[in-house]
C-alpha cells in the first residue's frame, strides 16, 4: 500500500519503522560479514528510499490542495513510475557496482516490503 493513502504522521511512523527493520536486519547480517551487511543496506534502501520519494511527491501534491481526479490520477501514475525507476535504479547500482550479495539483499527488501503492508493494519488496531 502507498504511504501517501496516509496522513503524513501515519507516513512518517511507518517509514521510521521501514528504517528501523533495514537498519537492524544490516546490522545482523554484518555478524556475517561486511559484505552481507552492505548488501543488506542496499536491499532495505531498495524498497524505502522510493517510498521517501513517492511520500515527497504527495505531500508536495497534498500542498496545492486542487482536487481534479485526473490531475490525481496523473500523479499518482507518475509516482508510482518513478518508484518503479527508483527501485531499478537502487537495485542495478547494488549488484552492478557494489557486487552485492542475493540473500541478505533479498531478505531485507522483502522484510520492509512486509513491513510497508503490516504496519498499517498495526496503526489502525
Not at 521510521?16 to 533495514?22: A, D, K, P, V, Y
Not at 481534479?68 to 507518475?78: D, G, H, Y
Not at 557496482?97 to 533479498?106: D, I
Request: aromatic share 12%; with cysteine; hydrophobic share 60%.
Amino acid at each position: 500500500m502507498s504511504v501517501s493513502l496516509y496522513d503524513n504522521k501515519h507516513a512518517v511512523k511507518l517509514l521510521s519503522f521501514q528504517l528501523i527493520t533495514f537498519v537492524i536486519l544490516s546490522g545482523a547480517f554484518c555478524a556475517n560479514s561486511i559484505e552481507w551487511g552492505a548488501s543488506a543496506l542496499a536491499g532495505g534502501l531498495a524498497c524505502w528510499l522510493p517510498n521517501i520519494v513517492f511520500m515527497l511527491l504527495a505531500h508536495f501534491q497534498k500542498a496545492k490542495e486542487e482536487d481534479e481526479p485526473v490531475r490525481i490520477a496523473w500523479f499518482f501514475a507518475l509516482g508510482a513510475g518513478l518508484k518503479v525507476v527508483t527501485t531499478i535504479t537502487v537495485l542495478v547500482v547494488a549488484f552492478g557496482v557494489f557486487k552485492a550479495s542475493l540473500t541478505p539483499l533479498g531478505l531485507t527488501y522483502l522484510a520492509v516490503l512486509i513491513v510497508q503492508i503490516v504496519a498499517p493494519a498495526v496503526f489502525k488496531r
